[in-house]
């Protein structure tokens, strides 16, 4: 495995590795745990050879948030990648990836007004133009994320369908810890009894998702208030939002759920926010 910091010397392995085989491509901030690992799994059933890249991105924290309290473990994350069979990891430091003066921003209108871009402004800004300059930079065959940022995925999906990059997005499920809490690199800020409360979240949504599959009709509202509720009760939970949407547009719902949509939460506990989300179907068909 070969760890590669210049975008320039980055470009030209993938292109020279494109002769002769399909390339998967999977950006992370690091601090690579299991769910990360997943996804390199379906990378490496689609494509033979797969870079993992690591860039902690300035440009998606807005001021006051965790970029420099960030996990930052490049040593750890390499052996797990050569563990796992990744043919490079790019871990770029931020001059090589921004001039000073740059000017340019990739911004992806309409679903990212919701969920976390109304309470992460600028956010999605910084995802889309890292994502994209990424994707220059790796002109990988297929581009793999994870679930469990939804918002992050159709959004990445949105603007590669946009602006016709030659690139294919694959969705990736969420993986989660045997009680229900969804990996992320963030855990590791939670106190031991906020990991606890932080079961709350998954348990809600999955209390949720059988709702609506099992029983009578139910109303967004009805729903959005009973899993508002259940997380409102875990010791030290602060919720940011929870909302049902469209899937697509990310647009909330409103009324009867006659149909698939997602419910997203995010929740602070103490100084640290996590995400989750799962998708509810009154015919019961969700994976
Ligand atoms: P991050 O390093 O947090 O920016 O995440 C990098 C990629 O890993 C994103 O596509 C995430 O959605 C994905 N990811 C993070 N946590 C999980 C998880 N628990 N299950 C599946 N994918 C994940």
């Known amino acids: 495995m070969e760890i590669i910091t210049d975008p320039v010397k980055c470009r030209l392995a993938i292109k020279t590795a494109r002769h002769q ?17 997943s996804l390199v799994t379906a990378a490496q059933q689609n494509d033979q050879r797969v870079m993992v890249t690591i860039f902690v991105n300035p440009t998606q924290f807005g001021p006051g948030e965790d970029f420099d309290a960030y996990p930052r473990q490049l040593e750890q ?17 931020k001059s090589a990836m921004y001039f000073p003066d740059a000017s340019t921003t990739i911004r992806v209108d309409g679903l990212t007004r919701h969920l976390c871009g109304a ?10 133009t890292v994502v994209a300059k990424l994707f220059h930079v790796a002109p990988a065959h297929a581009a793999y994320f994870g679930e469990k940022d939804f918002q992050q995925l159709q959004t990445i999906r949105r603007m590669v369908r946009d602006l016709d990059m030659d ?26 009894s906020q990991r606890v409360a932080a079961t709350s979240l998954s348990q809600a949504l999955f209390r949720a998702q059988a709702v609506v599959a099992e029983q009578p ?7 959005v208030t009973d899993v508002r509720q259940e997380i409102t009760m875990a010791e030290g939970a602060t919720i940011d939002y929870v909302e049902l949407v469209d899937e697509t547009s990310l647009e909330p719902a409103t009324g009867m759920i006659d149909r698939r ?7 602070y506990f103490g100084e640290c926010r996590l995400i989750d989300n799962l998708a509810v179907d009154p015919t019961g068909s969700v994976r």
């Not at 989660?176 to 992320?184: F, H, I, M, N, V």
């Open 217 to 223: 009709p139910v109303t967004v509202e009805k729903l």
């Open 77 to 93: 994350d390499a052996a797990k990648c050569e563990a796992a069979g990744v043919a490079w990891i790019f871990a770029p430091d």
């Open 261 to 267: 949509l997602r419910l997203c939460v995010a929740v």
């Open 21 to 37: 085989t399909r390339v998967g491509l999977i950006p992370t901030m690091g601090a690579l745990h299991d769910g990360h690992l």
């Open 119 to 128: 309470s992460r402004p600028g956010h999605f800004d910084g995802v889309t």
């Open 167 to 192: 690139i294919d997005v694959v969705g990736c499920p969420i993986i989660r810890e045997p009680d229900g809490l969804a990996l992320s690199s963030r855990n590791q800020y939670l106190s031991p």
